[in-house]
């Protein structure tokens, strides 16, 4: 797939992981280079994400807190950050989903309340760090799928529209492949972009999602 792809995939992410750091009062930086946070971002989140091939590690590095803990998300998996510390953490691929076809599957629900972000959170396994700051962002859909019960089932979030960035996708039921034909079904027409690791890419390419080319995880 093309590099475009993958540099709107990283765009997405990065705009994702911006919107996670300033709900937690962390304000990011972005431009050609990279997007970075300069204090130590929430759980699970980078503290940079690079935007193009190429970047200089050294400067990139300087953009953040380097100390113990400090993530890396490097994009086109072309940084060597082994000689400052840091070891890969993991290899993932970027995904995306050309806008045709439309699953016959309910589409999800969006989440629009503190208490719903809560149940979804706790459902997400995520807990406090979702919070409802993101629900006020106009460029973020939080999405559920719900049982009989009203209980959440499953869920994913989706960040940007041209392409939309898809993440955080999970699911409690027998069928793993149904909460990424509700995606597309939720967004019908629309280009998706995202990123797994095995063994979650596989539900996700079963659902018409390709694979866009490789990304990589540093850690310190």
């Known amino acids: 797939m093309s590099k475009d792809v993958r540099e709107a995939a990283a765009y997405d992410n990065a705009r994702w992981c911006d919107a996670v750091c300033a709900s937690h009062g962390l304000a990011g930086r972005i431009d050609v280079e990279a ?12 503290d940079a994400v690079t935007l193009r091939p190429g970047v200089d590690p050294e400067a990139l590095l300087a953009r953040i807190d380097v100390g113990p803990g400090a993530s890396v ?11 400052y510390g840091f070891r890969v953490l993991f290899d993932a691929q970027w995904i995306h989903r050309p806008p045709t076809g439309t699953p016959a599957v309910p589409p999800l629900t969006p989440v629009t309340t503190g208490r719903g972000l809560a149940a979804w959170a706790s459902a997400h396994g995520g807990g406090e760090l979702f ?6 962002d106009a460029g973020i859909r939080v999405l559920a799928r719900y049982d ?19 993440s955080n996708v999970f699911t409690h ?23 797994e690791s095995t063994p979650d890419l596989a539900p996700a390419r079963r659902a018409g999602f390709l694979p866009a080319g490789p990304l990589r995880v540093w850690l310190r």
């Open 148 to 166: 009989e019960r009203g209980a959440v089932v499953g869920g994913a979030v989706v960040s940007g529209d041209d392409p939309a960035g898809v």
């Open 131 to 136: 919070r409802p700051a993101l629900l006020a």
């Open 35 to 46: 997007w970075s946070v300069p204090h130590r971002s929430p759980p699970w989140y980078p």
């Open 73 to 83: 998300k490097d994009s086109f998996a072309d940084l060597d950050l082994s000689a």
């Open 173 to 195: 039921t027998d069928d793993p492949d149904e909460i990424w034909h509700a995606i597309a079904a939720t967004l019908p027409g629309v280009p998706l972009v995202g990123y």
